[in-house]
């Protein structure tokens, strides 16, 4: 299967720790995108990467989150001090950088904190 | 008022009927509108995009955006209960105009009888 994974599947924290998820994309794509969403609401944009490059990050994204791509391929996105309100699935999609509308998306990781 | 608005239904229909969903938007920026489907508790899979106005179709799926009403549609033919799904609309500027990300709707809740 040469689809956008990610790990893990499900999360279940207490509120206050860390956690971190990864995100594989499809392999020649260069743009990797990380979203939030919660119970019926479509996602929404948290940031992108261009190979190692992070280009740009939502408003939604506090300075308890953290992204890295380091090598250009994987990604981890990591909640520091977890909250009850960062329960959520959280998405990864990749994409080729011509032709970025047409993301792919993995199945994401759903994160519960207690 | 939301960038995107969807209506999040449930909408319920019998098998074989022609499905109609529709956004409407507000950023005139928009120039690549998409749908993807997602079944509960699994990540957007993309099912078609367009470019600016006019109608795509692809199979019993046929996309059509109209920008100068704002408004976009997706219509299903002959709907399978398989079809049976969260719809997502979603949007974006083209590239280089500073916000790579997709905007998405709400998402509607379709349910095919069988």
Redesign the interface.
Known sequence: DTG?S?NPRHKITKRGQNVTFRCDPISEHN?L?W?RQTL???????T?FQNEAQ??K?RLLSDRFSAERPKGSFSTLEIQRTEQGDSAMY?CASSR??G?????????T?LLVL | QKE?E?D?GPLSVPEGAIVSLNCTYSNSAFQ?F?W?RQYS??????LM?T?SSGNKEDGRFTAQVDKSSKYISLFIRDSQPSDSATY?C?M?IP?GGG?????????THLIIQP
Do not use: I
């Not at chain 1, 019926?40 to 948290?46: S, Y």
């Open positions: 956008v990610q743009r995108y979203y019926g609401q479509g996602p929404e944009f948290l992108y280009l740009e939502s998405l950088a011509q970025k509308e047409t993301q792919y998306f993995g199945p994401g759903r | 995107v969807q999040p690549y998409m993807y508790r699994k990540g957007p899979e993309l995009y470019y997502l979603a974006s590239s916000a790579d990300g997709l905007t998405f709707g709400k998402g």
